[in-house]
């Protein structure tokens, strides 16, 4: 199993950036995917999900309104579009598939600031 996110970077607040999580290994279509999010001294949380067809999303309640998660499961690829971002949202963004155990992707940096 191995995921690659991208897409991260230096934005203002307010910006948009889309990220990435290309899969490989495993069947992807048949797995729910999350993306989280680790911010410095604090614990990795949960910030969206969705289920192996696309249909079932879940997301962290910081992010309502402003984050979008989808799948493109003919690419083997799971985004993250997160809009109207802020200082907080700060963090090293995972993306994650429960394949048996739990799978991490290395990470991708997000900074919001001015």
């Known amino acids: 199993v191995q995921l690659v996110e991208s897409g991260g970077g230096l934005v203002q607040p307010g910006g948009s950036l889309r990220l990435s999580c290309a899969a490989s290994g495993f069947t992807f279509r048949w797995y729910d995917t999350s993306w989280y999010r680790q911010a410095p001294g604090k614990e990795r949380e949960m910030v969206a999900s969705?289920?192996?067809?696309?249909?079932?999303?879940n997301y962290a309640d910081s992010v309502k309104g402003r984050f979008t998660i989808s799948r493109a499961n003919a690419n083997n690829t799971v985004y993250l579009q997160m809009n109207s971002l802020k200082p907080e949202d700060t963090a090293v963004y995972y993306c994650n598939a429960r394949v048996g155990g739990d799978y991490w992707g290395q990470g991708t940096q997000v900074t919001v600031s001015s």
């Open positions: 969705i289920s192996s067809d696309g249909h079932r999303l």
